[in-house]
């Protein structure tokens, strides 16, 4: 309850003089219309505030949806570079081990299956058992690099294609990277971020206002509440003084009047309600009227009487003479 319904709750209605009521009552409405010209200004700095809020939040998904693609083209790029560096593990191992291509590898392997295959007429040439196992492990061994070097081979164009694929992210993060700077340059220009790039914490600050002008028109219904629950007290006790007031007899207050009597502050109340004040001057004036008839009428008697002595006075004289 603010201040101003408190003062006005306070007030011992019963005991207070009528006039006082009516003035009483005139200050709770100003106060409510005060109150209600004050909620409808926070009610439209709310709305204001959350559109500057929307605006700001839907710029803000503008910038997290770049990131967000931001963030998927980096765990892309991530994952071909740690493919490239697995894929180039082995290419690279295998290389260490056996170094020539596959194809030449391939080759040897033919010339060693012909002399292995291959009996000559020269008997002179004819290999030695040890010579002959010699190729045989040859031939061995040059199966297991050949397959080993196919995997190598293999590994380095998958290699190959994961670098590739990688460049291709890298473009797109440039890319991005572009359209973000663009787009963080034009918010810096609207109104709404006051010329300075869109935050979360500035979001917030926003949103703590909101959250502060919702707290003042809470205060304001309840201020607002208060004072008519007072106004209303206030109009039971003037109506009701008006009936106590109605009970007095015009009549006996016009009667008090005439015979000079001091009338109360609820007679004369009544006297103002029921334009008795008129009646009485009138009243007045006609008894002052009368007055002044009679006071005509007591010298015109006696300026009559003296012209009826005179009268006699010739009519005796008439009967002396007579």
């Known amino acids: 309850m603010s201040d101003v319904s408190e003062n006005k709750s306070d007030v011992d209605l019963e005991n207070m003089e009528f006039e006082e009521i009516v003035q009483l009552k005139r200050e709770i409405q100003s ?3 005060s109150n209600e010209k004050r909620f409808k200004e926070h009610l439209e700095d709310r709305r204001n505030q959350i559109e500057i809020v929307k605006t700001l939040r839907e710029m803000m998904k503008e910038v997290d949806s770049m990131d967000e693609e931001r963030r998927e083209l980096l ?19 295998v290389n260490n081990l056996v170094p020539p291509p596959s194809e030449i590898l391939e080759k040897w392997i033919m010339k060693n299956y012909e002399n292995l295959t291959t009996i000559n007429n020269d008997l002179t040439t004819v290999p030695t058992l040890e010579r002959e196992k010699d190729l045989f ?12 070097k196919r995997e190598s081979e293999k590994a380095h164009l998958e290699y190959i294609k994961n670098i590739t694929k990688l460049r291709e992210v890298a473009k797109k993060l440039d890319t991005q990277r572009e359209e973000k700077e ?16 869109v935050s979360r914490k500035e979001i917030k600050k926003i949103s703590k206002k909101i959250s502060s002008i919702d707290k003042k028109l809470d205060e304001l219904k309840l201020e607002r509440n208060d004072l008519k629950s007072n106004l209303l007290k206030t109009k039971k006790i003037l109506k009701k003084k008006n009936l106590s007031n109605k009970k007095i007899s015009l009549a006996e207050i016009k009667t008090k009047i005439d015979e000079g009597e001091i009338l109360d502050i609820s007679e004369f109340g009544v006297l103002l309600d029921q334009g008795g004040l008129s009646g009485i001057k009138q009243n007045r004036i006609k008894k002052s009227d009368s007055k002044n008839k009679e006071n005509k009428k007591r010298k015109m008697r006696r300026f009559g009487n003296t012209k009826r002595k005179a009268r006699k006075g010739n009519s005796a004289a008439l009967r002396g003479n007579e």
């Open 31 to 33: 106060d409510i219309q």
């Open 182 to 197: 663009k787009n963080m340059s034009e918010m810096e220009n609207k109104t709404e971020s006051e010329g300075k790039v």
């Open 137 to 148: 492990k040859k031939f061995f061994e040059l199966q297991i690099c050949i397959k080993r």
């Open 75 to 93: 765990n892309e790029f991530n994952g071909y570079r740690k493919k490239a560096e697995e894929l180039k593990k082995i290419r690279d191992s």
